[in-house]
């Protein structure tokens, strides 16, 4: 039973804000690099956000100072804080977790921005 389950995604006006969740689950969650990923219609999938194990962040220059990604290891959840959202934000959000050789995804969650 490996799972990522996002929630979170929704209808939003420019401007404003939201916060991604992924439960992960049958993963050694602490060990994981965990990502988030968004692919917009007719666009290649592109990272957003990564923290590391060790807590270690790093943003696309699309994201980076409006979004923050964190994590919670005592409930194997990751986040994906979203501020200042802009039109151009929308797209179906997925999580990953990797570790080592091995990607796994999230089902994906659609972000809807409204200019």
């Known amino acids: 039973q490996v799972q990522l389950v996002e929630s979170g995604g929704g209808l939003v006006q420019a401007g404003g804000s939201l916060t991604l969740s992924c439960a992960a689950s049958g993963i050694i969650f602490s060990r994981n690099d965990m990502s988030w990923y968004r692919q917009a219609p007719g666009k290649q999938r592109e990272l957003v956000a990564t923290?590391?194990?060790?807590?270690?962040?790093n943003y696309a220059d699309s994201a980076k100072g409006r979004f923050t990604i964190s994590r919670d290891n005592t409930v194997n959840t990751v986040y994906l804080q979203m501020n200042s959202l802009k039109p151009e934000d929308t797209a179906v959000y997925y999580c990953?977790?990797?570790?080592?050789?091995?990607?796994?995804w999230g089902q994906g969650t659609q972000v809807t921005v409204s200019s």
């Open positions: 990953s977790a990797t570790r080592g050789g091995v990607r796994l």
């Open positions: 923290i590391t194990s060790g807590g270690t962040t």
